[in-house]
């Protein structure tokens, strides 16, 4: 399995290198460097938009420093990932999606529809609760460990505080 080893939320504007501030605005890419994936953190005025070869963009505000508390979890930028890794075949993108995909059946965004056996791989059957669009995932049959290793892995990616 292919893991993700993506820092969380740097504080730190990747261009200025100025520290940002609790409840400043904030922009962050992903990009694929070297084989992997590397999130920089932009100020809001720093900000000129993707880069070109840029996998995935969002903004936010900096959390306060002191936050232990529930953390937000944006389901437009998790489908968003989702959708953007529908034509990828590599096994730990593949992972990512499927625990992507998961997690937005938990949060109702995403709905079961049928499981289906395809030249001996299942795949989940599901369909999107705002665009009615259906999506076929093939079920890597991932371990919970494995699964909770993923799930990690997009928290840490998308900044969030478990």
């Not at 080893?5 to 520290?19: D, E, F, N, W, Y």
């Not at 420093?65 to 989702?82: A, R």
Request: hydrophobic content about 35%.
């Amino acid at each position: 399995m292919t893991e993700y080893q993506i820092q969380p939320h740097t504080r730190r504007c990747h261009a200025s290198g100025r520290a940002l501030r609790p409840g400043e605005r904030f922009f962050s890419v992903l990009l694929e460097e070297g084989g992997k994936l590397v999130r920089y953190d932009y100020a809001g005025e720093a900000w000129a938009g993707p880069p070109p070869k840029a996998y995935s963009f969002w903004s936010g505000n900096v959390p306060a420093e002191s936050s232990s508390g529930p953390f937000h979890v944006d389901d437009d930028l998790l489908l968003d990932y989702f959708l953007r890794l529908d034509s990828e075949s590599e096994s730990g993108r593949l992972n990512f999606r499927y625990v992507v995909a998961l997690l937005l059946m938990r949060r109702r965004k995403l709905k079961f529809e049928e499981a289906v056996m395809e030249y001996g791989q299942e795949i989940l059957v599901l369909r999107c609760t705002q665009s009615d669009n259906q999506y076929r995932v093939p079920n890597p049959r991932l371990t919970e460990e494995e699964i909770g290793t993923v799930q990690a892995e997009v928290f840490k990616l998308l900044g969030w505080q478990q």
